[in-house]
């Protein structure tokens, strides 16, 4: 399959590598050609990986994967072209994390909005999914980092979309019934607001192969 991925941060190579060494072609999209860090990670990559524009990243993907921070994701998003993403399942693992030059954190849009359903509304043609934002980069590829039984969480409006996401996800090494549906794109306010809590999580713990266990009554 071809993956685009918006962002070349860390979760976007991350993620790259991971569906590179499954046998899939990944384009690494930013917003110039030049990206001297794109270039590198290609020519390491080898002949499944590629980079471009957002642009090319969007029209080359069957899927394309949302990477940016949470604040930009909009503007990535506009530059990578509606007509691109159109008809597209997009996975959005990002979120809108603020901090404040005291070291504050606040999130941009919150509670009564979030980054899921502002690109859902601004791409109606698009498939958006929310999902992979509630872990760190390599947990995401690699959920043996923590052990036992954990969950990831998905939300969004297309039930095929979601059930694309999550059998990417069961090949990242995320057993059959560790994804959980929240339902619509709404839930993804939830889901980014858990953020701030993992971020203090990770401050006691003192690293980031953590994750939520959700457990229910018999």
């Keep these: 399959m071809r993956f685009g991925i918006i962002g ?40 499944r990986g590629h980079c471009g524009t957002f642009a090319d990243a969007a029209a080359f993907g069957e899927v394309v994967i949302n990477a940016t921070s949470g604040t930009v994701s909009l503007q990535a998003l506009r ?10 399942v997009l996975l959005d693992v990002s979120n809108p994390l603020v901090f404040s030059p005291t070291g504050e954190l606040t999130l941009d849009p919150v509670n ?9 509304r601004e791409f109606p043609d698009t498939r958006v999914v929310k ?12 959920p043996r980092r923590v052990p036992g039984q954990h969950n990831l969480f998905i939300a969004g409006e297309d039930v095929e979309a979601k059930a694309q996401v999550t ?25 980014e607001m858990l953020m701030p809590f ?21």
Excluded: C
Aim: net charge negative; proline share 1%; hydrophobic share 45%.
């Design 8 to 47: 070349t941060g860390t979760v976007g190579r991350t993620l790259a590598g991971k569906l590179i060494a499954l046998g899939h072609e990944v384009t690494l999209g930013s917003r110039t050609k030049d990206n001297t860090g794109a270039l590198a990670w290609a020519e390491q990559a080898g002949a």
């Design 79 to 88: 530059a990578a072209g509606a007509e691109q993403l159109a008809g597209k």
């Design 112 to 120: 009564t909005d979030s980054v899921g359903e502002q690109i859902q």
């Design 131 to 142: 999902g992979l934002n509630t872990v760190n980069a390599m947990v995401m590829v690699d």
């Design 167 to 191: 059998a990417v996800l069961e090949q990242f090494g995320w057993p059959a019934g560790s994804v959980l549906d929240l339902g619509g794109i709404a839930a993804a306010r939830g889901m």
């Design 198 to 218: 993992w971020l203090r999580l990770m401050g006691h713990f003192g690293h980031a192969d953590f994750n939520y266990s959700i457990r229910t009554a018999e």
